[in-house]
């Protein structure tokens, strides 16, 4: 997979070559490139924004640098692309969001800052390829930067042979539909506090049961919107039961 990156502050997508991405990028598993927007500014401030038709508060960044960028960016390689733009104002990105984007062969974001980009670029880009407004929560932040650190990682590690073991993108939090339980290592008993027996009994029937039933409570508690997306079928009568 090939992830680009069109930012004004190439430094904020550093942690990407940190750890697990850095390795992955550099086992060839991901190719990321990260671009500096005003690289495609001509005048001599590299302006980037100008002030929103309609008068109110903050700047838009301008169309023109923006169309100016991705043409460049989206023609550097022949992989169809899928364009991202993160915005408090997008469709909420969830793990299925995640799934669908690992089957890319090219992912290509957009980073906004200020008021956001002129509407045009999204609605231009849109004919030619897919294109997502996401957010990944309901605060707002001062740029898309943060975002794509996010949304890069939950894909990422999504990828084979980038986590050490398959079965955790498996076994995540929301795989079933849930939230992921409560989990425990050494030692058995910290601060006075046990880990449960179930957990060492070495039954593993019992330690499955026991698990989905924490999830379940967990999920009820937190979210209970995940609980009444599930389909009919997917709690048992041993769930029904908690
Ligand atoms: O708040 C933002 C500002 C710019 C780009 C994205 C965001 C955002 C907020 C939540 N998800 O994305």
């Not at 957009?110 to 990944?136: F, K, M, N, T, W």
């Amino acid at each position: 997979m090939r992830i680009d990156v069109v930012t004004i502050f190439p430094g904020y997508l550093a942690p990407l070559r940190e750890a697990l991405l850095g390795r992955a990028i550099g086992s060839g598993l991901l190719d990321v490139a990260v671009h500096d927007l005003r690289d495609w500014t001509h005048d001599v401030h590299q302006a980037v924004d100008d002030s929103p038709y309609g008068g109110g508060p903050g700047m838009v960044m301008r169309p023109q640098v923006w169309g100016d960028a991705l043409d460049a960016v989206l023609a550097a390689d022949e992989r169809p692309a899928r364009l991202v733009v993160p915005t408090p104002a997008g469709r909420p990105f969830t793990q299925a969001d995640a799934h669908a984007y690992a089957a890319e062969e090219r992912l290509v974001f957009a980073c906004g800052r200020y008021e956001g980009i002129d509407q045009r670029v999204v609605d231009h880009y849109a004919d030619a390829l897919p294109v997502d407004e996401i957010s990944i929560g309901d605060y707002v932040l001062v740029g898309g930067e943060v975002a794509v650190l996010v949304v890069v990682e939950a894909v990422a590690r999504l990828l084979p042979g980038v986590l050490g073991n398959p079965r955790s993108a498996a076994e995540d939090s929301f795989s079933d539909g849930l939230l992921e339980g409560p989990s425990y290592t050494r030692p058995e008993v910290w601060r006075d506090r046990p880990v449960p027996d179930v957990l060492r009994s070495g039954n593993h029937g019992a330690i499955a049961r026991w698990r989905r039933d924490r999830a379940l409570e967990r999920t009820v508690a937190r979210r209970p919107d995940l609980l009444a997306a599930l389909p009919p079928d997917a709690l048992d009568k041993k769930d029904r039961a908690l």
